[in-house]
């Protein structure tokens, strides 16, 4: 149904789309397979036709028009129906190439301790790096704990 797969499109609005595919993977939603398949295909478009590059694409638009409404019959008890309506929707993608100025605050981003980000800025690093997360250790600090991090 529509409401059903625009929480999963609303996801993903704003993100990259290496980051939105990865998201998508992990999410726990039946349209989430369907929001992956069109973004995949958008990915391929923009790569194919325009000749754009796959690395650089942003999620930059993902909205749902209203498709055909199937209608069932439904039996209802003493011989009564009424109508079962299956609602379907359709996906629009849009993905556009991320400017220069965009990089550059991306990068920004990913070396911030990510404190107080606007919610457009945690769309564009949804995922916390190995490298500004400290590991959390429950009894504190230990020589074998800073040892094997250095080894990573």
Known sequence: SPKKVNLVAALVRGMRVEDALLQLQVTVKRAAKTVYQVIHS?????????????????VAEAFLGKGYFKKRVAYHSKGRHGIKVRPECRLTVVVREIT???????ARLRVSNFLKLTK??????????????????RKGKTKSHVAGATAI
């Open 120 to 137: 457009r800025e945690r769309r564009l690093v949804p995922h916390k790096l190995i490298e500004t997360t400290p590991i959390w250790n």
């Open 42 to 58: 958008a990915r391929a478009n923009a790569t194919h036709n325009y000749g754009l590059n796959p690395d650089r694409l942003l």
């Open 100 to 106: 220069p100025e965009e990089e550059a605050e991306i």
